[in-house]
């Protein structure tokens, strides 16, 4: 099992260490890491992933979220992938920010990822299969569909 914790690293590896010796380890072989180590661990498959904190992978343009994508096998077919549990108490403001949210929505709706997340745009597909499904987005604004305003400083916002 795999858990992503966010840092600093002294607390939060230590509170899942600790937790994980309370409750029992399951006689199971557990990896507690933060997010700015996922690079050590992509190579590795996984039976469970837990994503502490998983708001940490609301930007689908970094490399946060490129090494997310490979290690928890986003792109694989449900019964390939691990199972993971995403955690956050970090409400998003916009569907668009959950993204890593995408293999759950297709295994429930029992869609191929395919239709969820495409490396390139994942934004957009998500956007698209969030719609096609009946989750409306905003046409504009901040955190709307449309690119623009979300680069621009919240000020300058009409």
């Known amino acids: 099992m795999l858990v992503v914790a966010d840092r600093p690293a002294a607390i939060t590896i230590g509170h899942w260490c600790r937790t994980i010796t309370a409750l029992g380890d399951g006689g199971l072989e557990w990896v ?48 390939k992938a691990p199972f993971v549990i995403a955690t956050t108490a970090t409400p998003g403001h916009t569907p668009l920010e959950l993204p890593y949210l995408a ?10 990822i395919s239709d969820w997340f495409a490396a390139r745009q994942p934004g957009a597909v998500f956007a698209s299969a969030l719609e096609r499904n009946g989750i409306g987005l905003e046409p504009g604004g901040r955190y709307g569909t449309d690119p ?5 400083p919240v000020g300058q916002l009409t």
């Open 148 to 152: 623009g305003p979300r680069t621009r």
């Open 103 to 112: 293999p759950a929505f297709a295994q429930v709706l029992e869609e191929p």
């Open 32 to 79: 507690v890491i933060t997010w700015d180590r996922l690079a050590k661990v992509r190579d590795h498959t996984w039976d469970v992933i837990i994503a502490d904190e998983a708001h940490a992978l609301r930007r689908t343009t970094t490399k946060r979220w490129k090494l997310w994508v490979k290690t928890s096998g986003m792109t694989k077919a449900h019964d």
